[in-house]
């Protein structure tokens, strides 16, 4: 079973919110959604990662893809088959802990380092799956030396 954690763009491209990338991108996205209910999703034990989920999608209206995938994995988020949750601790300084002290990973986006800290401290290397942001691509050999591997969807 795939293990993957989610960079909160995913849900923006797959519902529509990303209207600077083609079309495809959302069909892309809209795709990994889907396979991302057929395997393991990682999210933190504070809920973090779930409130970002939320802050893409629109809870008025019909609900799309983004909004259906929310709703499936709140209602999962207790169930091991489905979800994996991680307890992170902070530092005084607001960093993770576990996020690495490394050089090349130290000018990476702070609001996207959840997504590495629960990562590392899953135990299971998931792959990180990014939709729209660039900055991923700057980090990618150095999260492999912890064994992490980052899919791009859309860049």
Known sequence: MAARVLDCNVLSAAGGLATHQPAACQEASVGELAKATKGLVVLDDAGEILGAYRGQTNPRGQPGPAELFLQWLIQVRSDRRHCRRVALTRQPDGE????????????????????????????????????????????????????????????
């Open 96 to 155: 993770y802990s576990i996020y690495p002290s490394d050089a090349e990973l130290a000018a990476f986006d702070r609001n996207d380092r959840i997504y590495v800290a629960v990562a590392i401290g899953s135990g299971i290397s998931p792959e990180i799956v990014n939709a729209t942001d660039t900055d991923w691509q700057d980090v990618t050999r150095a999260l492999e030396r912890y064994r992490i591997r980052v899919r791009n969807l859309c860049v």
